[in-house]
């Protein structure tokens, strides 16, 4: 079993930066998949970024973040980052962290182990 707890949310004004940490615990997620989806409110959790495990992974980000965000892994610390740049209002929402066996079920919203969130909000 894996849990996974999320940190780094705020609230920040656009243009600015966040860094948000997904920490695991239970067990290393090193072997796993670990992707990142926000939910704004009063709608659906929609993708934003995955990182297979292994040296050499394979990243990917939805259209609307690539350019602006980041995502890394820190096997020393059992976590995996997200560094938010250049941030808009319509980048608001929850923010979840979630790992899986493969990279396509994590980008579906199909990931094994999710965290509880962590709000991130952007003014104008």
């Known amino acids: 079993q894996v849990q996974l707890v999320e940190s780094g949310g705020g609230s920040v004004q656009a243009g600015g930066s966040l860094r948000l940490s997904c920490a695991a615990s239970?067990?290393?997620?090193?072997?796993?998949?670990v992707g990142w989806f926000r939910q704004a409110p009063g709608k659906e959790r929609v993708f934003v970024a995955v990182?297979?495990?292994?040296?050499?992974?394979?990243?990917g980000y939805s259209d609307s973040v690539q350019g602006r965000f980041t995502i890394s892994r820190d096997y020393a610390k059992n976590s995996v980052d997200l560094q938010m740049n250049s941030l808009k209002p319509e980048d608001t929402g929850v923010y979840y962290c979630?790992?899986?066996?493969?990279?396509?079920?994590?980008?579906?919203?199909?990931?094994?182990?999710w965290g509880q969130g962590t709000q991130v909000t952007v003014s104008f």
């Open positions: 990182i297979s495990s292994g040296f050499g992974a394979t990243i």
């Open positions: 239970g067990r290393t997620f090193s072997g796993y998949a």
């Open positions: 979630t790992a899986g066996t493969y990279v396509h079920a994590i980008r579906q919203g199909a990931g094994t182990y």
